[in-house]
């Protein structure tokens, strides 16, 4: 096996957390990101630090200072970083018009701009080699925009966007860039949701006022029935760690419970891609 310097972010819980083990167990070199680790992930970072082949950073992905100052850490010990997986990110769920200018900025930073801040600095390395992989998770959320989820899910169509046409882009120097775009799972993320901030507006939707709850019982019902297993994100992302250089999909849906239509949208927009690609000239690109 040819041992890689892997670094995933957002490891303190969930699919960072599992991914970051699973990458490991491989015989990878994994440096796991996370913020607060002298506080409130205390426990998480020393018991992610024990496991063999991890090393824990403290990262603020808000922050540019923060994430050079990692990656300069991975470079200075490495020499090279062979995959990124932007696996951080959060949720807001609520009423649109309930999410201020803030709010959205607040969603953007965190789920866009942060994931592009590492790609930026890591595709230097990667095209220097020749060779490198980017992981982008981002959601089935991602294709499709949901009433309550709004916000959400306009951020994960940028780190989609984002993440589109760079994977063109890179591929022809040696750098995959992959996208991951799971469904419901149970973890840690449905407790961290945050809503929007202009209460005020609530008043004026009582008329659908039920329907977040309905939706809330309709996925418990889905996760009793289904039971998805986070731990498929995990696998997903050492599948395509394990994949040729150049062979490695632009899109891999991991859902259990609704990801046929998710699959259905991806080649259908993949096949029409691919004639616009050809209508203006790069065909080269698609590979």
């Known amino acids: 096996m040819n041992r890689k310097i892997v670094l995933i972010t ?22 796991a990101t996370m913020r607060d ?5 205390a426990d998480k ?11 824990v950073l403290d990262v603020s992905l808000t922050e540019e200072e923060s ?22 990110g959060s949720a807001m769920f609520g009423v649109a ?5 803030e709010d959205v900025q607040w969603m953007f930073d965190v789920n866009v701009t942060a994931p592009w801040r590492l790609m930026k600095l890591v595709l230097p390395y990667m095209r220097k ?11 089935g959320w991602g294709r499709f925009s949901a009433p309550f989820s709004v916000v959400y899910a306009a951020s994960k169509f ?8 760079l994977h063109y882009e890179v591929r022809p120097l040696g750098v995959d860039v ?30 659908i006022a039920d329907v977040p709850n309905k939706m809330g019982s309709a996925r418990g019902q889905m996760f009793d029935t289904v039971k998805p297993d986070p731990q498929d994100v995990a696998d997903a992302v050492v599948n395509l760690i394990n994949l040729p250089i150049g062979e490695r999909p632009l899109r891999t849906v991991v859902d259990p419970s609704t990801g046929e239509i998710v699959r259905a949208a991806n080649e259908a927009v993949e096949a029409e891609y691919a004639k616009a690609m050809t209508a203006f000239g790069m065909k080269e690109l698609l590979g």
Do not use: C
């Not at 080699?129 to 959601?139: A, P, T, Y």
């Not at 775009?181 to 209460?199: C, L």
């Open 10 to 31: 957002g490891t303190n819980s969930g699919f960072g957390w599992l991914t970051a083990n699973s990458v490991a167990a491989l015989g990878h070199k994994v440096y």
């Open 37 to 41: 680790t002298s506080g409130k992930n």
């Open 45 to 55: 970072a020393k018991a992610l630090a024990q496991v063999e082949n991890i090393t």
């Open 67 to 88: 994430v050079k100052n990692a990656i300069d850490t991975i470079i200075a010990k490495e020499g090279t970083l062979d995959v990124l997986v932007n696996n951080a």
């Open 97 to 101: 018009e309930s999410f201020t200018t």
């Open 129 to 139: 080699q020749s060779e490198g992989l980017i992981i982008n998770v981002s959601s």
């Open 158 to 165: 940028g780190l989609e966007g984002l993440s589109e046409g």
């Open 178 to 207: 992959a996208i991951i775009q799971p469904g419901a799972f149970p973890t840690e993320m449905s407790q961290k949701i945050r809503f929007g901030s202009d209460t005020s507006v609530v008043d004026g939707y009582k008329a």
